[in-house]
């Protein structure tokens, strides 16, 4: 029962909303996890690496990878096919590892429709939408076409907000961190339901 | 948005299972709470104390109380009602309580089905059948045809386990309660779905 078996924690939330640093502060203490990156064919950049900023992969690859239904989801923009794989999700499962992801709303239905039996989904969300115009003008990555895109997304994202187990208001970064610290560390206990299937057998046949 | 609200943490499972001993272990650890206990229409006995061994009512009350849809269930027995009450369950969450319910599988979907939004449920099992047997037989308050419906009951609430949210298998005492308190603190996180539309509406407004 007590078996070595991964765990999914689902993070959605606007660009803005703190997701990474929140990442940063707890990932000391929440055990050995795998966050799950996409899938692309595109030409490796200058400065990217295979395994970090993307799974690199050939058309063909990706094809197959489609037809055998290893994708969540996937797009194909530019003429390049960019999607969320679950063959590197699978193997860090069966090493016990906690998979992060961090997806959109249709993102976390699809992870849920796959694998909700041991998913923890998490909406991360800034105080306030002016709190969060604030944040993408000062952080000044963003052109304000970019922005304005994030800002429509952001509207449309929070109306799907009760579809997460919890929610954390980013307000104070140290407060979140030590509510999201909470919520991986208890992630950890869910328990697949084909390992609990197994215990109910033999349970019984004791 | 951190207002007060008080959540339900469901504790399901075989009568052997540990539960008391697992809630008293805890029970330092985890806040305000409200134990629920039975509402009943039977007069009380010596020893009895109200709020402590049941709610005690009139039938009057009771029947009024299911009037008012204020029961998550209800039975006669021996021409008394027992049954459930809402009533002092919504006044413990609107005090910000841990609400914890030791409660059947059909107990734990009517909570579901009225408090979903707030409940975290947990299924509390003995490692095996037979161990099940032996901590009945051990601790002699039961004669053996009780034992032998706890047992019946044991088998076939067991296989609906993986409606749970959480499974501990109490094996060692004190690491299923370290498991068991890790999960009641956690519960305290979820946020009530009207406090949450509440706050998108002000997020969107501002």
Do not use: C
Request: glycine share 6%; charged share 30%.
């Amino acid at each position: 029962m007590i078996e070595k078996n991964g765990v999914v924690l689902v993070l959605s939330g606007p660009s803005g909303a703190g997701k990474s640093s929140l990442i940063n502060k707890i990932s000391d203490d929440i055990g050995d996890f795998y966050f799950s990156i996409s899938t692309t064919t595109r030409e490796m950049r200058d400065g990217e690496e295979e395994g970090v900023h993307y799974h690199f992969v050939s058309k063909e690859e990706f094809a197959k990878d489609i037809e055998d239904d290893h994708f969540l989801e996937h797009a194909i923009v530019h003429g390049n096919y960019y999607g969320t794989s679950l063959k590197p999700v699978k193997k860090a499962l069966s090493e016990g590892k906690l998979v992060i992801f961090d997806i959109d709303v249709q993102g976390n239905t699809a992870v849920n429709n796959r694998l909700g039996d041991i998913t923890t989904s998490v909406f991360i969300t800034p105080p306030s939408l002016s709190e969060l115009k604030k944040r993408l003008v000062n952080r000044s990555t963003d052109s304000e076409e970019v922005i304005d895109r994030r800002i429509k997304m952001a509207k449309r994202e929070i109306q799907r907000i009760t579809e997460y187990d919890y929610i954390v208001v980013n307000n104070d970064l140290d407060l979140a961190a030590d509510v999201l610290r909470q919520i991986a560390i208890t992630a950890r206990l869910k328990i697949p339901h084909d390992v609990i299937n197994d215990f109910v057998q033999k349970w019984e046949d004791i």
